[in-house]
């Protein structure tokens, strides 16, 4: 029973370390916990808020902040963000200095660890990678230039 008991203390440490490492946008990672007031001391005001409750009666935040930087909590966690303009850096827990808009595209090869595929979609070049469990990282890339950066948790 204690090699039980202690098998799951591990295993739950390690998923919280491993989470805690997730992508993030300016130090906010996935699965990180926020509030609606945290964010808007952070970014400020949002030029657009939306909220609901989901059927399975959690309450659902999505932001859109100056910097085009949007934010999507789940039940207070950061299950989504993106950004498409200079000012914020992604992957800056895994990248020194990470990664933002307007890199060259040779920046994704920081990130061939974690690389899944690519494809071309509206001339312009999308790389998706997995970075932790089913956490998702999309950069789209454009004339050789990054234009936007996207990450998700598909399960929070």
């Known amino acids: 029973m204690k090699k039980i008991v202690k098998f799951l203390l591990a295993a739950a440490l390690l998923f919280t370390g491993i989470a805690a490492n997730a992508q993030d946008i300016d130090g906010i990672s996935l699965w990180d916990t926020y509030t609606k007031s ?80 690519k494809w071309v979609e509206d001339g312009c070049t999308l790389y998706r990678y997995v970075v932790i469990l089913d956490n998702l990282l999309i950069i789209t890339v454009k004339n050789g230039r990054i234009i936007d950066i996207t990450a998700s948790a598909t399960t929070t």
């Open 38 to 117: 945290q964010l808007i001391a952070k970014y400020g005001q949002p030029t657009r808020y939306l909220s609901q409750m989901n059927d399975d009666n959690i309450f659902i935040e999505y932001f859109e902040f100056k910097d085009d930087v949007t934010i999507h909590l789940v039940g207070n966690k950061v299950a989504e963000f993106g950004f498409g303009s200079t000012k914020p850096r992604a992957m800056t827990k895994f990248i020194s200095g990470g990664i933002g808009v307007g890199d060259p595209e040779s920046v994704t090869g920081k990130l061939t660890k974690y690389f899944s595929d």
